[in-house]
């Protein structure tokens, strides 16, 4: 069965401080790793990564991933109270048709 | 360009009814998906629909649970019979094709009593 295990499940940090959200995934006919933030409605798109070694980056944000290794990290630089979301990350599949395999989530609180 | 939009965004029923969850995806995406979200767990995947074609069911439970997307009008997700376990958020994603970057409704949150 396609598996995505995210950690660490809850995190609480000071504003100001640098984050490492981690996503470790077994899955059968890999195509993608998505990171999604989620605040109180719907989850918001963050980065797709498809290859390894390659760093996206979005403001504060980046994200790495390594195919070999099976696994993603989600940096969060200079905290802010308005990154405080649920960090979702995602697989993308293959199994006759594309789909989405969630991780169960990593639930961010910065405190100011 | 508007957002996947999802109504209604709460609903609530008794057990035994119909619940209807309306998809209209982004202009240009032809490809939705519907999702569950139960509380303090990550969104599972139900099911993959384009226009007038059910492509991939293997998240729906095989009974009470039934997806369309018609050539005209959004897609929807219907709950015969619904019971307290039905209750959970119900979002609904889009994509264009060949992609595998989804666009979130704001999802509908059900509650069964």
């Known amino acids: 069965e396609d598996k995505v295990v995210q950690s660490p499940l809850s995190l609480v940090v000071h504003e100001g401080d640098t984050v490492t959200l981690n996503c470790s995934y077994e899955v059968t006919n890999f195509r993608s790793l998505l990171w999604y933030k989620q605040e109180k409605k719907a989850p918001t798109f963050l980065f797709m990564l498809?290859?390894?070694?390659i760093e996206k980056k979005s403001g504060r944000l980046s994200s790495i991933l390594d195919k070999k290794e099976l696994f993603s990290i989600l940096n969060i630089t200079a905290t802010q109270t308005g990154d405080s979301a649920i960090y979702l990350c995602a697989v993308g599949v293959i199994q006759g048709a594309q789909k989405l395999v969630f991780g169960q989530g990593t639930r961010l609180t910065i405190n100011p | 360009n508007a957002g996947v939009m999802q109504n209604p965004r709460h609903l609530v029923r008794r057990r035994g009814q119909e619940a209807r969850l309306r998809c209209s995806p982004m202009k240009g995406h032809s490809h939705v998906y519907w999702y569950r979200q139960l509380p303090e767990e990550g969104l599972k995947f139900m099911v993959y629909l384009q226009k007038e074609n059910i492509i991939d069911e293997s998240g729906m439970p095989k009974e009470r649970f039934s997806a369309e997307f018609p050539k005209e009008g959004p897609s929807i997700l219907r709950i015969q019979q619904v019971v307290r376990g039905d209750s959970a958020a119900y979002f609904c994603?889009?994509?264009?094709?060949?992609?595998?970057?989804?666009?979130f409704g704001p999802g509908t949150r059900l509650t069964v009593l």
């Open positions: 994603a889009s994509s264009p094709p060949v992609t595998d970057t989804q666009y």
């Open positions: 498809t290859s390894s070694g």
